[in-house]
């Protein structure tokens, strides 16, 4: 049976590829090896421990001797010989002395021979006992590396039209039963990630497609008026131009939200506070024509990312708030800095929001208030999926609290920043402050 074994494995072996080694053949030989060293070194103790304390040679002044025993290999002498002049003590010492070397000569040839006879019986033993090893580390190796073949079967078969697949791997949890479940929740998280990108597709598809839409109409309306002026082309042209911009940011915020889920290279430090004053210098107659109250409160705060994307993520979260809010509404920005992280923090009034809408809103092309189909706002819907995006990249958290009088109140805490030795200038904290539009 165990020739028969190793004949299959040594088959298997060379059907596949000959030079490449699986792992089951490895463990298998892995397994034989360690069986031989661990039997051969059994078999060199025992043969010591044989050899120096069970068949020991007698002492040459040991108490054990054969002179008790007649001397039956001894010659008897004639009974007509003449008494010999040599003492009776003569003859019997001397046969004493042949018979103890004779039997000291027969114990070592009988101990040769066992010993030799052991060392043969052991080598074949273990050369027997090491075929086996062999053939059990091969089927052990086969049950133990089952879940690998499955998931590797899986992987092979799975496609992005499966991937609703699982393993479901059963058995105690072991490391391949981690490895299946990881391999699961893998699966899943991929699963998600394209049906998100599909659903991306789809709605970015759909507001290209509107704009464009809108483009061709009016175009066609002012190319079929037979009393067209250069007035009413003109306005024509100018609304094809209008749809076009729109067409322009959404291209450049899904260039932006592209950009930012492929991740940050080279990260470098800058300054989040005066970045915040910057972005709320930028909106502020932005704030005084919605009639919106746009206040700052910044001290210092330093991250460590990238700086167009950071000043992207501002702005956003900016005009989001005061989009999304009602004349006389106020949008607070402050920049500080909490146990050693930049934290920015943009709170607005504005309609009630559902706690469990909150979620849909970082989600792309969602606003509130109804579906895409319905009442329109001047926004892409894209705005709060880029702010994640772009603090996903910096490995940024992202905190949203509906406020209980309507608005939402977004917290952004950017990971702290290594420390550095301080430079000859020394930081200088800003003072809080209400910008231009703020009541």
């Not at 075929?131 to 049950?143: C, K, Q």
């Amino acid at each position: 049976m165990p020739m028969s074994v190793v004949a299959t494995i040594t088959r298997r072996a060379v059907l596949s590829g000959g030079s490449r080694r699986t792992v089951r053949a490895k463990l298998t030989l892995l397994y034989g090896g360690l069986f031989l060293i661990s039997g051969a070194t059994l078999l060199a103790i025992t043969y010591v421990l044989v050899r120096y304390s069970i068949l020991f040679d007698p002492p040459r002044d040991s108490n054990i001797t054969f002179a008790e025993q007649p001397d039956i290999t001894a010659p008897l002498p004639p009974q007509d010989a003449a008494p010999s002049s040599v003492s009776p003590e003569g003859p019997r010492a001397i046969n004493r002395e042949e018979a103890s070397k004779r039997a000291r000569e027969l114990l070592a040839t009988q101990r040769s021979g066992l010993m030799q006879q052991l060392l043969s019986n052991s080598v074949i033993a273990l050369a027997l006992m090491s075929l086996l090893s062999i053939a059990l580390g091969w089927i052990v190796a086969g049950r133990i590396l089952r879940p690998l073949r499955t998931i590797t079967a899986a992987a092979r078969d799975i496609s992005a039209t499966s991937l609703h697949r699982r393993l479901a791997l059963e058995g105690p949890g072991d490391e391949l039963k981690d490895l299946g479940d990881t391999f699961d929740a893998l699966l899943v998280r991929l699963e998600r990630s394209f049906q998100a990108q599909r659903q991306f597709v789809a709605n970015a598809s759909h507001e290209l497609r509107t704009p464009l839409a809108r483009q061709r109409t009016i175009g066609q309306v002012a190319l079929s008026d037979p009393e067209a002026s250069v007035e009413s082309l003109r306005q024509a042209h100018e609304r094809i131009l209008a749809a076009g911009a729109q067409q322009e940011r959404l291209l450049e915020a899904l260039l932006t939200l592209t950009r930012s889920h492929a991740g940050i290279e080279a990260r470098q430090p800058f300054d989040l506070a005066r970045l915040t004053e910057e972005v709320v210098d930028a909106q502020s107659s932005g704030a005084q024509l919605r009639a919106v109250a746009l206040r700052s409160s910044v001290t210092e705060a330093v991250a460590t990312g990238h700086r167009p994307l950071a000043e992207r993520l501002v702005v956003n979260l900016v005009d989001n708030a005061l989009k999304h809010n009602a004349p006389g509404g106020e949008v607070e920005v402050s920049a500080r800095t909490v146990d050693g992280r930049a934290v920015l923090t943009v709170a607005n009034t504005g309609p009630v929001v559902p706690p469990e809408k909150v979620e849909t809103l970082f989600q792309p092309f969602q606003r509130l208030g109804g579906t895409r189909t319905g009442r329109r706002s001047d926004g892409l819907g894209l705005g709060l999926s880029i702010v994640q995006a772009i603090a996903v990249a910096h490995d940024a958290t992202i905190a949203t609290v509906p406020r209980p009088e309507g608005g939402l109140s977004i917290t952004v805490s950017f990971p702290v920043v290594p420390v550095v030795p301080a430079g000859p200038k020394a930081a200088v904290p800003r003072h809080g402050r209400a910008t231009a539009g703020s009541r």
